[in-house]
């Protein structure tokens, strides 16, 4: 069964920084690539970052690039989300994610397994 598991989530002002991680059990991890998404109230899951099996390409939403960095170890199981110069409108729940396939998706349509969420919440 596979699992993921989101942590790194909080409460920071704007302009500070956030690393949320994403440990993963259960299939091979550095079979398939990985994915964050968002989501804030009232508001539909929306594409943060991706980056593929090898962690040698990732694609980002423009709200976010250039702030924010995806990477992965593939040693450990686990997928990071640097986030920096956060900015009040990031505030939502952040969700990993993983895909049918090895390579970059951008759509949730495309992703088979979520975490749970973890809370990010940015004071202005």
């Known amino acids: 069964q596979v699992q993921l598991v989101e942590s790194g989530g909080g409460l920071v002002q704007a302009g500070g920084s956030l690393r949320l991680s994403c440990a993963a059990s259960?299939?091979?991890?550095?079979?398939?690539?990985m994915g964050w998404f968002r989501q804030a109230p009232g508001k539909e899951r929306e594409f943060v970052a991706a980056?593929?099996?090898?962690?040698?390409?990732?694609s980002y939403a423009d709200s976010v690039k250039g702030r924010f960095t995806i990477s992965r170890d593939n040693a450990k199981n686990t997928v990071y989300l640097q986030m920096n110069r956060l900015k009040p409108e990031d505030t939502a729940v952040y969700y990993c994610?993983?895909?049918?396939?090895?390579?970059?998706?951008?759509?949730?349509?495309?992703?088979?397994?979520w975490g749970q969420g973890t809370q990010v919440t940015v004071s202005s």
């Open positions: 994610a993983s895909p049918t396939g090895q390579f970059l998706a951008t759509r949730p349509t495309q992703y088979v397994y």
């Open positions: 259960g299939r091979t991890f550095s079979s398939y690539a």
């Open positions: 980056i593929n099996w090898s962690g040698g390409a990732s």
